[in-house]
């Protein structure tokens, strides 16, 4: 399976600290996406890394992808209570013998920020 | 606000009831999908639509039924359901390029109990 698998599952931080994820995968990756989703509600996309790329930044976030390890990471920096939320990777990977493309998400990780 | 909308939010149903789902995507995407998501467990990609055409049915029971009228709107039609299908369905949308999946954006979802 190219399935992401996020760790650590559940992670404590307090306000202002820095906060790492981290995912690893199986297979060769079309790119890699990391997505927010806040209790019952729906996924917000935050950013996306392709497989040639090795870091990118959006705001506080800092995404770094190792194709050779097949892990990726996502930092956010100076974390707010409203970071607050489950964290998902998820790799886009051609199908095995097909010509279409799947998106396939890990189990996340849920982000505590305490004020 | 993420452009795909979802109604309704929430549904609960008997083992025998049929409802659906509906979905509605305002971004002009070309690509649609539901989600499963159950406590503990990784999203579950269910059904994928690339221009009205169904292009991945990932092993879904047939008490599940999709229709995709136009590239537009996403419905789910649920048929004697069993309690373990209760979950939130989580719709998507994006623009397929056909060598990514691209980013998806989500509707909020619609949680349904099955009693």
């Known amino acids: 399976s190219q399935q992401g698998e996020e760790d650590p599952q559940a992670l404590s931080i307090q306000e202002g600290e820095n906060a790492t994820m981290n995912c690893s995968y199986k297979?060769?990756?079309?790119?890699l996406q990391w997505y927010r989703q806040n209790s019952g509600r729906g996924l917000v996309h935050l950013i996306l890394?392709?497989?040639?790329?090795r870091e990118k930044h959006s705001g506080r976030l800092r995404v770094t992808l190792d194709t050779s390890k097949k892990s990726s990471s996502l930092l956010i920096t100076a974390s707010r209570a409203a970071d607050t939320a489950s964290y998902f990777c998820?790799?886009?990977?051609?199908?095995?013998?097909?010509?279409?493309?799947?998106?396939?998400f890990g189990k996340g990780t849920l982000l505590t920020v305490n004020p | 606000e993420t452009g795909v909308t979802q109604t309704p939010r929430h549904l609960v149903m008997g083992m025998t009831n049929k409802k659906s789902l509906k979905c509605e995507q305002h971004l002009g995407h070309n690509a649609m999908y539901w989600y499963k998501q159950s406590a503990k467990k990784p999203l579950e990609l269910m059904f994928v639509?690339?221009?009205?055409?169904?292009?991945e049915n990932n092993s879904v029971p047939s008490r599940f039924s999709p229709e995709c009228p136009n590239s537009s709107h996403l419905f789910l039609h649920l048929h004697t359901l069993q309690p373990e299908d209760s979950a939130l369905y989580l719709c998507?949308?994006?623009?397929?390029?056909?060598?990514?999946?691209?980013?998806?954006?989500f509707g909020e979802g619609s949680r349904l109990t099955v009693l």
């Open positions: 998820a790799t886009d990977a051609r199908r095995s013998g097909g010509s279409n493309y799947k998106l396939t």
């Open positions: 998507a949308s994006s623009q397929f390029s056909g060598s990514s999946t691209g980013e998806l954006f």
């Open positions: 890394i392709r497989s040639n790329e």
């Open positions: 639509y690339n221009f009205k055409e169904q292009t």
């Open positions: 297979t060769s990756i079309n790119n």
